[in-house]
Antibody
Framework: EVQLVESGGGLVQPGGSLRLSCAAS????????MSWVRQAPGKGLEWVSS????????YYADSVKGRFTVSRDNSKNTLYLQLNSLRAEDTAIYYC?????????????WGQGTLVTVSS | EIVLTQSPATLSLSPGERATLSCWAS??????LAWYQQKPGQAPRLFIY???NRATGIPARFSGSGSGTDFTLTISSLEPEDFAIYYC?????????FGQGTRLEIK
């Protein structure tokens, strides 16, 4: 069974940093692109970032470009998202999600999410 | 950026009725469109991909259609567990975008 478990969320002050992790199991991690999608409280879904299986290519939403960095450690089956220069509008549940095929960016499954709250 | 617009924002129907949800793209996405279901307190779940393919385990009462800019998710006969929020998503071009969602509620 494919499982994705996010961690690392929490309360952080504006301008602060946080690193999110997503531990994957149940599939050959290096063979699949992975993504982060966030959801602000009571709002819709917003794609944040994606990374191909090798880690060689990454993609970002304009809203986070230059502030967030996606990476992966295929030896640890773990996806990361480094969040820097955080703003109040970054407050959201952050989900990691697996591509259904190598670089076919339909997201299935999703993790349970980790909440990031940016507030002073 | 491709903007996806979903209609209606809220759809109120009764179990057993047919539901039709729409998603319009600001430019052609060919058939690179998916639908997700999200229930309160849960992560989204993939239901339809490539406009018309059901994901694993999705009941046959769910069907997707359309191409280019106009897409539809149809639920042929609503079951109680179908009441949720549905989002469309395109992967035709970066950035990946989602629609704002349609809330399907019990009438």
């Amino acid at each position: 069974e494919v499982q994705l478990v996010e961690s690392g969320g929490g309360l952080v002050q504006p301008g602060g940093s946080l690193r999110l992790s997503c531990a994957a199991s149940g599939f050959t991690f290096r063979d699949y692109a992975m993504s982060w999608v966030r959801q602000a409280p009571g709002k819709g879904l917003e794609w944040v970032s994606s990374i191909v299986g090798s880690g060689d290519s990454t993609y970002y939403a304009d809203s986070v470009k230059g502030r967030f960095t996606v990476s992966r450690d295929n030896s640890k089956n773990t996806l990361y998202l480094q969040l820097n220069s955080l703003r109040a509008e970054d407050t959201a549940i952050y989900y990691c999600a697996k591509a259904i095929r190598e670089t076919t960016y339909w997201f299935d499954p999703w993790g349970q999410g980790t909440l990031v709250t940016v507030s002073s | 950026e491709i903007v996806l617009t979903q209609s209606p924002a809220t759809l109120s129907l009764s179990p057993g009725e047919r539901a039709t949800l729409s998603c319009w793209a600001s430019q052609s996405v060919k058939n690179y469109l998916a639908w997700y279901q999200q229930k309160p307190g849960q992560a989204p779940r993939l239901f339809i991909y490539d406009a018309s393919n059901r994901a694993t385990g999705i009941p046959a009462r769910f069907s997707g259609s359309g191409s280019g800019t106009d897409f539809t998710l149809t639920i042929s006969s609503l079951e109680p567990e179908d009441f949720a929020i549905y989002y469309c998503q395109q992967r035709y071009s970066w950035p990946i975008t989602f629609g704002q969602g349609t809330r399907l509620e019990i009438k």
